[in-house]
């Protein structure tokens, strides 16, 4: 169990010019998805490299495809691996699901729940590491439909996980929409989730489409359940890094600044717990 309190928030391209003035001392680290950044050049290649130079960096993917069917793309990963090498990330993170090879969010699938793939996934997560030469962290994602499952969404991340001997980047949000959109309990998912092989956490605000239909946008506040599951996931696993995702819908700093600090609180919090029950 960890109890290394950071919060981290996905840089955007209009922050740029705001941050090469100052990056605020709440923000412990900025995430991108390598694919919008590694052909950038010009002011926006200059103003980026001017803040990996100085500040810490995650890179979370968006067109892997991990779990494809088809051939791994081994030229797009010796690009990723460049542009980890030439800002000197060492996080990077990726989606447990597929593509159709536009790169696009929206465009995420959701692996088949078979013992086939959990194999497949895993062969493919020692090939990206041998390219890149760093960890591939694996994230658990939303879906809305489970074509095929021979198994549960727990069973299926956790035994990927195994096969894999990787590290998982935990989605508390995601697991809050997956919980309704598909009924099953989200503490209980929580709580088989292995804490050893959690390497950092995000959180983000859904859609409420429905009183059963939670859409997974990041382009809203973090609502009540979530900000209860971050707090139960300390209890259960520990403080992790915990990024702040919003892409949509995206107000000025100093309120996002509201909910990084209010991590930083929760976070903060189990911390002295912990110390005063040592």
Known sequence: MTNKGQVGLGLRREMLDEFCQGVPSDIDFFEVAPE?????????????RAL???????????SLSIGSPAPLDIEFVKKIKSFLDQH???TYSEHLSYCSGTGHMYDLMPIPFTNEAVRHVAKRVKQVEDIIERPLILENVSFYAAPGAEMSEVEFVTAVLEEADCKMLLDVNNIYVNSINHQYNALAYLKAMPTDRIEYLHIAGHYEEAADLMIDTHGADINDPVWKLLDECHQIHGVYPTLLERDFNIPATNELLLEINQIHDYQNRHIANIKRSA
């Open 36 to 48: 919008n950044w590694m052909t950038l050049g010009g002011k926006f290649g200059r103003q980026f």
């Open 52 to 62: 990996t130079e100085k500040h810490e960096f995650y890179c979370h993917g968006l």
């Open 88 to 90: 000197q990330i060492t």
